[in-house]
């Protein structure tokens, strides 16, 4: 069974930095591309960050490009989540996904953590 444990999370200054982490055991980590979401009270899921199996592609959308980093560590099937300068509205719940296939998705993700809450103070 792949499970996902998110790890990282806290509450944080604007401006501020935070980078979380994502466990994954139970499969074959470097086997496929991951991917960060997030969801704050009353908003839609956001992807934020997305990583190909190898870690040479990645893809952010315009409201943290620049300001996020995906990376990750094959060799500890573990994905980051480096964010900086972060802002109020950055608050939510982050989630890290498994895409079932080894390049980037923006859908089709087979399995879910449970999330780590980021709050960001002003």
């Known amino acids: 069974q792949v499970q996902l444990v998110e790890s990282g999370g806290g509450l944080v200054q604007a401006g501020g930095s935070l980078r979380l982490s994502c466990a994954a055991s139970?499969?074959?980590?470097?086997?496929?591309?991951m991917g960060w979401f997030r969801q704050a009270p009353g908003r839609e899921r956001e992807f934020v960050a997305a990583?190909?199996?190898?870690?040479?592609?990645?893809w952010y959308p315009d409201s943290v490009k620049g300001r996020f980093t995906i990376s990750r560590d094959n060799a500890k099937n573990t994905v980051y989540l480096k964010m900086n300068s972060l802002k109020p509205e950055d608050t939510a719940v982050y989630y890290c996904?498994?895409?079932?296939?080894?390049?980037?998705?923006?859908?089709?993700?087979?399995?879910w953590g449970k999330g780590t809450l980021v709050t960001v103070s002003s």
């Open positions: 990583i190909s199996w190898s870690g040479g592609t990645t």
């Open positions: 139970g499969s074959t980590f470097s086997d496929y591309a």
């Open positions: 996904a498994r895409t079932g296939r080894r390049e980037i998705a923006l859908t089709g993700m087979d399995y």
